[in-house]
């Protein structure tokens, strides 16, 4: 897996939701550092939820019953971004022909 600019200013945690009944759920996050500005300045993190196809959601949840299956979400996750990442067009340029 390569570090690709574009994931190396996102950020990684899980989510640890308990329930009354017991049941313990891990939800897989993924962050994005960003500044607003208005009278302060200030730095925050804006978190989503990973869901699937290197997708997020604010709204949609993927819960896993172990904290090693989110981690292995996650990881996931980022292989695919690197993947998609990786078929951006960097450069163009052009062979002339005579």
């Not at 690709?4 to 962050?31: A, D, W």
């Not at 500044?35 to 997708?55: G, Q, R």
């Not at 090693?68 to 052009?94: C, P, Q, R, V």
Request: hydrophobic share 30%; aromatic share 12%; glycine share 4%.
């Amino acid at each position: 897996m390569t570090n690709n600019s574009n994931n190396m200013n996102k950020i990684y945690r899980i989510k640890v939701e308990e329930r009354n009944n017991g049941n313990v759920y891990y939800i897989p996050q993924v962050g994005t550092r960003l500044l607003t500005t208005s009278v302060f300045c200030y730095v925050y993190t804006n978190w989503e939820n990973i869901i699937h196809d290197s997708k997020t959601s604010k709204t949609i949840t993927v819960r896993f019953l172990t904290k090693e299956s989110a981690m292995k979400f996650i990881d996931d996750y980022k292989e695919e971004l690197d993947i998609k990442n990786g078929e951006n067009i960097t450069k163009i340029s052009y062979i002339d022909l005579e």
